[in-house]
């Protein structure tokens, strides 16, 4: 008999499951760097980074549950399909699945390794041999864990998070009651820009993107449990988004605190994870070093174990040829292999792509919530996706070394934020344009 609604027990497992796939590799690594660099403009820069690592991803769970799952519906099929594929691939093989693989390595299991020289090379390329091993590893208990999604609220929301969310609290209050060093004046971009840097820092994290799929998973998920009505289906993800939005946000202000206050620990250090684990190695020694590694560990597993799920569900679906489980091994293979590209190397590529792309999730969000108050909706959505992405390019291609001083003149240009105006601009006017079913049916349907 189908049940239509969850326990207590199972409503905060669900909360808490959506906060463990967020919490993964750039929730931990970020935040700490950030807060060292933005020093005495730490209150605008974790503003500016609160916003969209998580107003932006519990504003995408609710338009997600207010589409009910189809948040693309007003999109041609093809676009829409092209779109959902691109975010895929970016959170799924290219960039954020693999990378939870490279940070458990690099902070939660290299620095217990007293030689990480070892090198194999194979088709004229060369692989760190203590990285590769590691990440194999790493992404076969994943896909084990991925091979039964009808068991992730038990084994994520139920088990593995408790523990991890535990360790993350010892933490906090760790970073508050310990000594700790004066907050130096704010270095880089964090200066003059310490909010729109913030802003631009968030969008490392992937979890705008990653929002818009697990909203999909998560309702799955809850049908598997029974739950079939698409108004309960929306309660239930909107509950889940508010706790897993103060989770996330208890994390990151305890870790932008540590890098303000790091003082001499962030020295000569390339990413937040190592001044997280300098201080943990300072106040905790060896047993701390123990726990840390069982923070990062737990975080990036749960985060891959979420991504492969959603991904390998998607392409399913999309191509049902191929099973779902043949797709969780493949998909867990190749994150390995890209893993092992490097964490500086992955983090410098994807950030041309994720300028690009999340103007588009951000506008979509936002037309989301105004669908109903739009005189023509699917000319609307396409018009003002059109306008993100566009100028979406120029940022991605700014960010990429690309010489396009020709729109300098543009609001934010100089921030990384050229689409905003415009696109805000957009959704504006659109709310205006008269009702004119016929021909503008007709343009939206030439336009696709």
């Given at each position: 008999m189908q049940k239509n609604q969850l326990s207590l027990a199972d409503t905060l497992g669900l909360g808490f499951m959506t906060f463990a796939f967020f919490l993964g590799a750039g929730n931990l690594i970020f935040p700490p760097l950030a807060g060292y660099l933005a020093g005495n403009n730490l209150t605008f820069a974790m503003f500016g980074f609160l916003s969209t690592a998580v107003g932006l991803p519990l504003l995408a769970l609710i338009a997600v549950a207010k589409a009910n799952g189809k948040i693309m519906a007003l999109l041609p099929a093809g676009i829409a399909t092209l779109f959902a594929v691109t975010i895929f691939i970016i959170i799924g093989p290219a960039f954020a699945a693999p990378r939870t693989g490279l940070v458990a390595f690099e902070v939660g299991f290299k620095p217990f390794l007293t030689d990480t020289s070892a090198t194999i090379e194979f088709a004229d390329l060369t692989?760190?041999?203590?990285?590769?091993?590691?990440?194999?590893?790493?992404?076969?208990?994943?896909?084990?864990?991925?091979?039964?999604?009808?068991?992730?609220?038990?084994?994520?929301?139920?088990?593995?998070?408790?523990?991890?969310?535990?360790?993350?609290?010892?933490?906090?209050i760790s970073v508050i009651v310990l000594p700790r060093a004066d907050i130096q004046a704010a270095s880089g971009d964090y200066v003059l820009h310490p909010l729109t840097t913030g802003i631009l820092e968030g969008y490392n994290t992937m979890d705008a993107l990653a929002s818009l799929i697990f909203g999909i998973l998560i309702i799955d998920i809850l049908r598997k449990k029974g739950i079939d009505s698409p108004k309960a289906q929306t309660q239930y993800l909107v509950r889940a988004a508010v706790i897993a939005a103060i989770g996330l946000a208890f994390v990151y202000i305890s870790l932008f605190y540590l890098g303000a206050t790091a003082g001499d620990l962030a020295s000569n250090v390339t990413n937040g994870g190592q001044i997280l684990t300098n201080y943990v190695v300072r106040e905790f020694g060896s047993v701390g070093l123990i726990l840390l590694s069982s923070v990062v560990t737990l975080a990036c597993l749960t985060t891959a174990v979420g991504l492969l799920s959603a991904c390998s569900e998607f392409f399913n679906e999309t191509f049902p040829v191929i099973s779902y489980r043949v797709f969780v091994v493949s998909l867990s293979l190749i994150c390995a292999l890209v893993a092992n590209v490097g964490l500086s190397q992955l983090i410098s590529i994807s950030v041309p792509v994720l300028m690009m792309i999340y103007p588009v999730a951000i506008a979509l969000v936002l037309v989301t919530f105004l669908t109903s108050k739009l005189p023509r909706p699917v000319f609307s959505q396409r018009l003002v996706l059109s306008v993100a992405l566009f100028f979406g390019i120029i940022d991605a291609l700014k960010e990429a070394g690309v010489n396009v001083s020709a729109f300098d003149f543009m609001p934010l240009q100089h921030e990384g934020m050229a689409w905003l105006l415009p696109t805000l601009t957009t959704i504006f006017i659109c709310l205006f344009i008269k009702e004119d079913k016929d021909k503008l049916d007709n343009t939206a349907e030439n336009f696709s």
């Amino acid at each position: 008999m189908q049940k239509n609604q969850l326990s207590l027990a199972d409503t905060l497992g669900l909360g808490f499951m959506t906060f463990a796939f967020f919490l993964g590799a750039g929730n931990l690594i970020f935040p700490p760097l950030a807060g060292y660099l933005a020093g005495n403009n730490l209150t605008f820069a974790m503003f500016g980074f609160l916003s969209t690592a998580v107003g932006l991803p519990l504003l995408a769970l609710i338009a997600v549950a207010k589409a009910n799952g189809k948040i693309m519906a007003l999109l041609p099929a093809g676009i829409a399909t092209l779109f959902a594929v691109t975010i895929f691939i970016i959170i799924g093989p290219a960039f954020a699945a693999p990378r939870t693989g490279l940070v458990a390595f690099e902070v939660g299991f290299k620095p217990f390794l007293t030689d990480t020289s070892a090198t194999i090379e194979f088709a004229d390329l060369t692989f760190n041999l203590a990285q590769l091993y590691y990440t194999f590893g790493f992404f076969i208990v994943a896909m084990f864990f991925a091979l039964f999604p009808g068991k992730l609220l038990d084994n994520v929301g139920k088990v593995l998070t408790p523990v991890l969310l535990s360790l993350l609290i010892g933490l906090a209050i760790s970073v508050i009651v310990l000594p700790r060093a004066d907050i130096q004046a704010a270095s880089g971009d964090y200066v003059l820009h310490p909010l729109t840097t913030g802003i631009l820092e968030g969008y490392n994290t992937m979890d705008a993107l990653a929002s818009l799929i697990f909203g999909i998973l998560i309702i799955d998920i809850l049908r598997k449990k029974g739950i079939d009505s698409p108004k309960a289906q929306t309660q239930y993800l909107v509950r889940a988004a508010v706790i897993a939005a103060i989770g996330l946000a208890f994390v990151y202000i305890s870790l932008f605190y540590l890098g303000a206050t790091a003082g001499d620990l962030a020295s000569n250090v390339t990413n937040g994870g190592q001044i997280l684990t300098n201080y943990v190695v300072r106040e905790f020694g060896s047993v701390g070093l123990i726990l840390l590694s069982s923070v990062v560990t737990l975080a990036c597993l749960t985060t891959a174990v979420g991504l492969l799920s959603a991904c390998s569900e998607f392409f399913n679906e999309t191509f049902p040829v191929i099973s779902y489980r043949v797709f969780v091994v493949s998909l867990s293979l190749i994150c390995a292999l890209v893993a092992n590209v490097g964490l500086s190397q992955l983090i410098s590529i994807s950030v041309p792509v994720l300028m690009m792309i999340y103007p588009v999730a951000i506008a979509l969000v936002l037309v989301t919530f105004l669908t109903s108050k739009l005189p023509r909706p699917v000319f609307s959505q396409r018009l003002v996706l059109s306008v993100a992405l566009f100028f979406g390019i120029i940022d991605a291609l700014k960010e990429a070394g690309v010489n396009v001083s020709a729109f300098d003149f543009m609001p934010l240009q100089h921030e990384g934020m050229a689409w905003l105006l415009p696109t805000l601009t957009t959704i504006f006017i659109c709310l205006f344009i008269k009702e004119d079913k016929d021909k503008l049916d007709n343009t939206a349907e030439n336009f696709s």
